[in-house]
């Protein structure tokens, strides 16, 4: 796929480029939504089309691996790509939670649905497979590199009651475009922009690793989890050879420190934050390539600000966690971006304009968003934050966990997972937007 950097970024300075839509960011939700947009016929043929533009010299696959569940995979079928993920990665249907301190495990059975297909079962996969997988079905030129933008302004047009948006790229280049949409993750330039509220701290952190047996690892393919005071680790294998790992941890002082040094940061979770954690996990964390470590903040946008905030203005929006950053305790943050992208995509091929189609998406996705960033953060405080409370409240949580967040909250937060963004309207053929 050609990009912006080297000789056609050089030639692209200072120049005016037009778009039918720009998509800011190159990660999940950026090139699904593009795709999607392709796959709906929106901007199909038209001059300027499609552009996505990304800041980083290549494709950025912040985070090793993740998890796609049933709704996922409903939206990866119907941007035509499943086959290809589904080919490579098997299926896992348990996942098991051990308390450390009491030594009871709570297994959970993901129970598929036949009718749906063997496609939508559970699996974890490599992120830049992913990414991989969606940018090949991109024509060339659609993602521009090494392009970061700084400034946002909108003009009208004289004898047109519709607004261009004026992009502004640190190398100077202008982009005109009719429709923006801000996939630039968490500390989201476009979502400043239409005033939705910064993400708030959850208090946690996550460190999150690949680790990588070249004879194999031998373990069960299934999620297992650990429950401790004030932590919660899991791992996952997502082929014979990798498996996936992390640790979501109250914060500390001792991760600014290591910020940017994997073997510091490895030495703080084996010595420090998960000694005590069992030997196999332990092990699975030594072997951790260094070039897929991170360690940050677990950031998430009040779910009251997202059915209330300014997610759109004329023909600008937001998607994923540009729009609905959430904790990672339901494995919903790229499953609820690849959701956006379809339903986006079509609201904006049924619309008669491109603002109705962007005010039609956001009023569909507020409330589900809402629901998830909310799930997950009471999923996240029952099981972690309640590990961390002493006392009579401690004990209370504690039973509200185990007795009721188990058996009767957790698997109706698990029925998101079924969620469906359903399908889009055929590509386009005679160079017209469906919304025409």
Same mark, same amino acid.
């Given at each position: 796929?050609?990009?912006? %950097?080297?000789?056609a970024a050089?030639a692209?300075v200072?120049?005016?480029?037009e778009a039918e839509?720009v998509?800011?960011g190159?990660?999940?939700?950026?090139l699904? /939504?593009? +795709?999607?947009?392709?796959?709906a016929?929106?901007?199909?043929?038209?001059?300027?089309g499609? +552009?996505?533009l990304?800041?980083h010299?290549?494709?950025?696959?912040?985070?090793?691996?993740?998890?796609?569940?049933?709704?996922g995979?409903?939206?990866?079928?119907?941007?035509?790509?499943?086959h290809?993920?589904?080919s490579r990665?098997?299926?896992?249907?348990t996942?098991e939670? /051990?308390?450390?301190?009491?030594?009871?495990?709570?297994?959970?059975?993901?129970?598929?649905?036949?009718n749906?297909? *063997?496609e939508?079962?559970?699996r974890?996969?490599?992120r830049?497979?992913?990414l991989?997988a969606?940018?090949e079905?991109?024509?060339?030129?659609?993602?521009?590199?090494?392009?970061?933008l700084?400034?946002?302004?909108t003009?009208r047009?004289a004898?047109?009651?519709?607004?261009?948006?004026?992009?502004?790229?640190?190398?100077g280049?202008?982009?005109?475009?009719?429709?923006?949409?801000g996939c630039?993750?968490?500390?989201s330039?476009?979502?400043?922009?239409?005033?939705?509220?910064?993400?708030?701290?959850s208090?946690?952190?996550?460190?999150?690793g690949?680790?990588?047996?070249?004879?194999?690892h031998?373990?069960k393919?299934?999620?297992r989890?650990?429950?401790?005071?004030?932590?919660?680790a899991?791992?996952?294998?997502?082929?014979?050879?990798?498996?996936?790992w992390?640790?979501?941890n109250?914060?500390?002082?001792?991760?600014?420190?290591?910020a940017?040094?994997p073997?510091?940061?490895?030495?703080e979770?084996?010595?420090?934050?998960?000694?005590h954690m069992?030997?196999?996990?332990?092990n699975?964390v030594?072997h951790?390539d260094? %070039?897929?470590l991170?360690?940050?903040?677990? +950031?998430?946008?009040?779910?009251?600000?997202?059915?209330?905030?300014?997610?759109a203005?004329?023909?600008?929006?937001?998607?994923?966690?540009a729009?609905?950053?959430m904790?990672?305790?339901?494995a919903?943050?790229?499953?609820?971006?690849?959701?956006?992208?379809v339903v986006?995509?079509?609201a904006?091929a049924?619309?008669?304009?491109?603002? *109705?189609?962007?005010?039609?998406?956001?009023a569909?996705?507020?409330?589900?968003?809402a629901?998830?960033?909310?799930g997950?953060?009471?999923?996240g405080?029952?099981?972690?934050?309640?590990?961390n409370?002493r006392?009579v409240?401690g004990?209370l949580v504690?039973?509200?966990?185990?007795?009721?967040?188990?058996?009767?909250?957790f698997?109706?937060l698990?029925d998101t997972m079924?969620f469906?963004? %359903?399908d889009?309207?055929?590509?386009?053929?005679d160079?017209?937007?469906?919304?025409?």
């Amino acid at each position: 796929m050609a990009g912006g %950097g080297g000789d056609a970024a050089a030639a692209a300075v200072k120049k005016d480029v037009e778009a039918e839509v720009v998509i800011v960011g190159g990660g999940i939700a950026g090139l699904a /939504t593009a +795709l999607a947009l392709r796959r709906a016929g929106v901007a199909c043929g038209r001059g300027g089309g499609i +552009l996505v533009l990304e800041r980083h010299a290549g494709l950025r696959a912040t985070g090793a691996a993740l998890t796609i569940f049933p709704n996922g995979w409903f939206a990866l079928r119907a941007l035509g790509v499943a086959h290809k993920l589904t080919s490579r990665y098997d299926a896992y249907e348990t996942s098991e939670v /051990t308390n450390l301190e009491s030594g009871a495990t709570q297994v959970f059975r993901f129970a598929g649905n036949k009718n749906r297909g *063997e496609e939508v079962r559970v699996r974890a996969l490599g992120r830049k497979a992913l990414l991989e997988a969606l940018a090949e079905e991109l024509p060339p030129g659609t993602v521009r590199f090494s392009s970061k933008l700084v400034s946002i302004d909108t003009e009208r047009a004289a004898g047109d009651s519709s607004e261009t948006v004026v992009l502004r790229l640190d190398d100077g280049t202008v982009i005109r475009a009719k429709v923006l949409i801000g996939c630039d993750g968490v500390h989201s330039v476009v979502a400043r922009w239409l005033g939705l509220p910064e993400p708030a701290s959850s208090g946690r952190s996550c460190v999150r690793g690949l680790s990588i047996f070249p004879n194999g690892h031998g373990i069960k393919r299934e999620l297992r989890q650990f429950l401790s005071q004030g932590l919660r680790a899991g791992m996952v294998p997502i082929s014979d050879t990798d498996v996936y790992w992390f640790l979501v941890n109250d914060t500390v002082p001792a991760e600014k420190e290591a910020a940017g040094d994997p073997a510091k940061t490895l030495r703080e979770v084996t010595e420090n934050l998960a000694g005590h954690m069992p030997a196999e996990y332990l092990n699975v964390v030594r072997h951790s390539d260094h %070039g897929n470590l991170s360690w940050a903040p677990l +950031l998430y946008r009040n779910p009251v600000s997202l059915l209330t905030g300014a997610a759109a203005r004329g023909a600008v929006t937001v998607a994923g966690d540009a729009f609905h950053p959430m904790t990672p305790d339901m494995a919903q943050g790229g499953c609820s971006a690849l959701e956006d992208a379809v339903v986006l995509a079509r609201a904006l091929a049924r619309a008669a304009t491109p603002a *109705e189609g962007v005010a039609a998406y956001v009023a569909r996705r507020r409330w589900r968003a809402a629901w998830l960033v909310a799930g997950a953060f009471l999923s996240g405080w029952v099981q972690q934050g309640g590990t961390n409370v002493r006392g009579v409240r401690g004990r209370l949580v504690r039973m509200f966990r185990d007795w009721v967040f188990y058996p009767f909250v957790f698997p109706r937060l698990a029925d998101t997972m079924w969620f469906d963004c %359903g399908d889009l309207a055929p590509p386009c053929t005679d160079g017209k937007s469906h919304g025409e």
